[in-house]
């Protein structure tokens, strides 16, 4: 499962500005575009992403219900906990970041 990370990384990496380095609010791997941070990996396959809420209701995504790290997030809230488990999943969690950046 750390390679999907690991794949993820390399194809974030592709997008314009943004930068991956460690994160001092969450510790472990964040992303950044123009020095502001969008988005955190809490583990190997699970991405909190800043997506902003009228985008997350624009593509009717929902914050899993089963989180350990966020449980009580509020369905207004602008991040979104993005899970990828397959390498089916990495183009999906792509277009959520170019979106989020495109959202900066």
Not at 16 to 40: C, I, M, N, Q
């Amino acid at each position: 499962m750390r390679d999907l990370k690991a794949k993820l990384l390399e194809r974030l990496r592709r997008i314009d500005g943004v930068e991956d380095r460690p994160s001092p609010v969450s510790g472990g791997t964040a992303l950044f575009h123009a020095g502001k941070e969008f988005a955190h990996f809490h583990d190997a396959n699970d991405l909190d992403l800043r997506l902003t809420k009228k985008v997350i209701r624009e593509l009717a995504l929902a914050h899993p219900s089963d989180s350990v790290h966020h449980p009580d997030r509020s369905p207004n809230s602008p991040w979104i906990e993005v899970r990828f488990r397959a390498s089916a999943d990495i183009l999906r969690v792509v277009e959520l970041v170019r979106r989020a950046v495109a959202e900066l």
